[in-house]
């Protein structure tokens, strides 16, 4: 039987895990923000406003992640352009995180891949005429070259402004690494690939990274999972509803079967 009450770590900032908060009692859990990375908008530059106005002349809009439709949309209020005037194009969401934050802007998403990567978002696109259709894809200074790729090859004119920056963390929080030097990190969860590479560059002392290996790891998606198991973690916890929510219940429901053996 897990020690109560059972630490979990989030990587993400105490303001976006009110639902985790209230899901998770805290007479046997604590949830413990532990960000990992920090995301900051690009600067407004010439070359960003001239790829923004391609924006509602294409045929496609795709996105890979809730950071870069809360940037597009802010890009987007800047230019005065609103968000009804992109309803006449074909939205596309990695997932159900980055549609719900579409549906925050009253943008319904036309497509969402059944595996949730951008490779299958990527497959679900048919070979076109060479540039005879153009794709809108705002991403962030780390996401993988791969989908945009995998479009280009297949016909489509892929313009993909970079729009936000995602940077490692150099230290932890204080909380956080105080329960990794007394290695009583019970569970950690990983919120993107990005949280994941993060933290191991931050977890260079040897006793940090054994906390880690005796720690249940929580993944938040598919393309998480995969980014742990490349870095050679096990992953106990995946949530079929991949959100803050789904995540929650679904340690509640991992320790709850622990506890029961």
Do not use: W
Not at 145 to 173: M, W
């Amino acid at each position: 039987m897990a020690k109560l009450p059972i630490n979990v770590l989030f990587s993400r900032e105490y303001s976006q895990l009110n639902a985790a908060i209230d899901i998770l009692p805290d007479d046997s859990f604590r949830v413990i923000a532990c960000p990992t990375i920090q995301i900051s908008a690009v600067q407004s530059s010439q070359q960003l406003d001239k790829d923004f106005t391609e924006l509602l002349t294409a045929d496609y809009l795709i996105f890979t992640s809730q950071h870069a439709v809360i940037e597009t949309m802010r890009n987007l209020s800047t230019l005065g352009i609103s968000t009804a005037q992109l309803k006449a194009l074909k939205i596309c969401a990695v997932g159900p995180m980055v549609a719900r934050q579409l549906a925050e802007y009253d943008l319904s998403v036309d497509m969402i891949p059944e595996v949730n990567t951008a490779q299958s978002l990527g497959d679900s696109f048919l070979p076109v005429a060479q540039d005879s259709v153009k794709i809108f894809f705002p991403k962030g200074n780390r996401a993988a070259a791969t989908l945009e790729q995998n479009l280009s090859e297949k016909g489509y004119r892929v313009v993909s402004p970079i729009i936000y920056q995602t940077e490692f963390r150099s230290v932890l929080e204080e909380q956080a690494q105080v329960l990794f030097d007394e290695q009583k990190v019970d569970c950690f969860v990983f919120t993107s690939p990005s949280t994941v590479q993060a933290l191991l560059s931050i977890l260079t002392a040897e006793n940090n990274l054994a906390a880690l290996s005796n720690t249940v790891i929580c993944a938040i998606g598919t393309t998480t999972h995969q980014a742990c198991l490349d870095a050679g973690l096990t992953v106990s916890i995946m949530p079929k509803d991949f959100s803050i929510a789904g995540l929650a219940r679904a340690i509640e429901t991992f320790y709850l079967t622990t506890n029961s053996h």
